[in-house]
């Protein structure tokens, strides 16, 4: 789809240009040219004989052969224009800003349909519509301000909203971040933000093309793509962020399992992101604050030195950062005492650094030096300084400046001072450096780069199960919940391991059945979809006589169609389960079971199918992971079988796409033995 008309075009038509620049068309068109667009321009206006100096042609027919087209005319004109452009003057390229189309009703979705018809004819290619258009190193292709300077440095912008993409671009080139090529796609009516992520993977130089990629997605549209072709960039050595708007739970469907119950479509969409290596941002600022990090040497470890004249901003850095899995660790020793020597008296070098507000240009440049020569449990270093508006501190942020390209360590720099020190700063952006305003977002940031996995790069090995069984009971189960039986069946081809239980419609056929059992054990009413809400589970039974007196009460709770009986196990409560979400893969979910599944929705998320490396960091990001590795007397459990239930789960759905929701919880772990208490499987 995206091709070379598109992105080096020889002739440009603007179709619908003018002289108003106030107008779309007008501002597209004195844009392209301040941009020095080399190849051919040709404008459309039957009410202009001339556009800011280049002749107006009265209608499209009149043109000559050109290779892209941009449309800023009303929509209803739009898809005979495009016939045109196509069939007669050879275009194979369309940006169409105009909206009206798809986003705006019935009529609009069928002009969409037909231009896209008409441009698939050629093979070409359909930016749009409803977009702002396109930004190559060629030409200036949009219709809105700021036009960011070029920079071969800078960074690729892919985005669902041209409103979004404007203000991600005036927020960036404030902090210093540029960019390359910009590509707001609209309604993606033919080219989505997948489509030219995987023209940029299919065509990638490492050594010309920009290596660091910003997407902002209001839609998935094809979530395989997706995770494809970034998971092929970044191993290739690009850096990808991304934000997904539209992912909170009030936008998917009600759910009535406890995994309906907490999933939401963001955490598929982590899920997804965390498979390919894309670091997850909630905003504007998070993206760019990523950028900025990427910008920078990578970070290569845990341990960071802050370096300040500004307690409270350290304090906030550090909270941050500790927040985040990162360390701000102690500095001591006799290299530490030499430093201090350096410094001013009442200075610390204890970390934070603080060097106090008196502190000067030279000091800055010798902790620098100690942080990246001598205090070897250091691998980056954050300075936080800005200006009370006393002093002249251009010579710092020059020391600044040189330490960045020497050290080989990363620094981050945190000039908060954008009144007091505006022009400090600016100069310290000339040179190509990228600032942070502000410690906290810039804490968070780090954090999220550095805890975001590479791109899952093993063939993944899933555990054998009997997919032959598997399939016999989904393939002649009904739609909803399977029944007890079923679920039994499902878990044993599985091999995920299960209680022994009992299930009774008939009080007579239990009683007779409890010989098999060892008391006490936990009866529990089989129908309500939520067994505690209708307090239908019962524990601590010791005896045949409460046996059959619960039994009673449990089948007169309503819609209960039976009673389950089980062993009363101990040990910590685990929880597994599945949601799928249109489009996407499986994903499977695990955290401490029982009530707390959501009272602490303390909750790791995976996207089938998982590897063992995944279901690893899945167990181990939870809050409460060490309790499953055994705290203050506590009992943990068989972490190693808690990641193969992980994996066998995912087999599970591999070899039964037709489940879309599913819950065991509790699993019930000691250190020798996991297994399944409670399960529902839902299959549509």
């Not at 039957?46 to 800011?52: A, D, L, T, V």
């Not at 350290?314 to 005492?337: C, F, N, Q, T």
């Not at 009986?565 to 409560?573: D, K, M, N, T």
């Amino acid at each position: 789809m995206v091709n070379n008309q598109l992105l080096n075009p020889k002739s440009i038509a603007i179709i619908g240009a003018s002289n108003d620049t106030k107008k779309p068309g007008g501002n597209m068109l004195k844009n392209i040219l301040a941009g020095g667009f080399a190849g051919n321009l040709y404008a459309v206006n039957p009410k202009e004989e001339r556009i800011q100096g280049i002749k107006s042609f009265s209608e499209v027919k009149e043109i000559p052969q050109t290779d892209l087209a941009i449309l800023a005319i009303p929509a209803k004109y739009c898809p005979e224009t495009v016939k045109i452009l196509a069939k007669e003057k050879n275009t194979k390229a369309f940006i169409i800003i105009s909206a009206g189309f798809g986003e705006a009703g019935e009529q609009g979705k069928q002009w969409e349909q037909q231009i896209v018809l008409t441009v698939n004819s050629v093979d070409g290619c359909l930016i749009g519509p409803n977009c702002i258009g396109v930004i190559t190193e060629n030409y200036k292709g949009v219709f809105t301000a700021p036009v960011p300077q070029f920079n071969p440095k800078g960074c690729d912008l892919i985005s669902g909203s041209g409103a979004t993409a404007v203000f991600i671009m005036e927020a960036g080139m404030a902090l210093g971040v540029s960019f390359v090529n910009v590509f707001s796609v609209g309604n993606a009516a033919q080219t989505g933000v997948e489509h030219i992520l995987e023209y940029m993977d299919e065509n990638f130089d490492a050594e010309k093309d920009p290596l660091i990629k910003l997407l902002y997605l209001e839609t998935i549209s094809n979530p395989q793509k997706l995770l494809k072709h970034a998971s092929s960039l970044i191993k290739k050595g690009a850096k990808i962020a991304a934000i997904k708007a539209g992912s909170t739970a009030e936008g998917s469907r009600a759910a009535t399992s406890h995994t309906g119950a907490i999933a939401s479509s963001d955490m598929t969409v982590r899920a997804l992101f965390n498979k390919a290596g894309i670091v997850y941002c909630s905003s504007r600022e998070e993206l760019l604050s990523v950028a900025s990090i990427f910008n920078y040497k990578k970070l290569e470890g845990k341990n960071i030195a802050i370096i300040t004249h500004a307690g409270g901003s350290a304090v906030m850095l550090a909270d941050e950062l500790s927040k985040g899995g990162l360390k701000v660790p102690e500095i001591s020793g006799p290299d530490a005492e030499k430093l201090k020597t350096f410094l001013y008296p009442g200075s610390s070098v204890a970390n934070p650094i603080d060097f106090l507000a008196t502190g000067t240009a030279e000091q800055l440049g010798i902790i620098i030096d100690y942080c990246e020569h001598k205090f070897e449990n250091i691998d980056a270093m954050a300075v936080v300084f800005g200006s009370p508006g006393l002093f002249d501190v251009e010579n710092v942020y020059n020391v600044l400046s040189v330490k960045l390209e020497i050290c080989n360590k990363p620094i981050f720099p945190v000039l908060p001072s954008v009144v007091n020190a505006q022009r400090e700063i600016q100069s310290f952006l000339k040179k190509g450096h990228i600032n942070f305003p502000d410690e906290v977002v810039l804490g968070k940031a780090l954090s999220q780069v550095f805890n975001t996995p590479e791109p899952v790069s093993e063939a993944i090995s899933l555990p054998k199960i009997d997919i032959e069984k598997i399939r016999s009971v989904v393939d002649t189960a009904s739609e909803g919940y399977l029944d007890a039986a079923q679920t039994q069946k499902l878990l044993d081809a599985a091999g995920i391991p299960r209680v022994t239980e009992l299930v009774e419609n008939s009080k007579e056929k239990l009683l007779a059945a409890m010989d098999s059992l060892e008391f006490p054990v936990v009866m529990k009413v089989v129908g309500p979809l939520h067994k505690s809400d209708a307090k239908g589970v019962v524990l601590n039974i010791t005896s045949k006589e409460e046996v059959s007196k619960t039994f009673d009460r449990l089948m007169q709770i309503d819609s209960a169609t039976a009673v389950m009986v089980q062993p009363q196990l101990a040990g910590l409560e685990l929880f597994v389960g599945v949601m799928k979400e249109p489009g996407f893969n499986h994903t499977i979910l695990c955290g401490l079971g029982g009530i707390f599944i959501e009272v602490l929705n303390d909750v790791s998320a995976g996207l089938s199918p998982i590897s063992k490396n995944e279901a690893q960091q899945m167990v181990q990001s939870l809050r409460g992971y060490k309790l499953i590795q055994g705290a203050r007397g506590q009992e943990g459990v068989d972490e190693n079988q808690f990641v193969e239930i992980i994996q066998r789960l995912s087999a599970l759905v591999e070899a039964a796409p037709e489940i879309t929701e599913m819950d065991i919880n509790p699993l019930i772990g000691t250190r020798k033995n996991i297994v399944a208490v409670d399960a529902r499987v839902r299959l549509q």
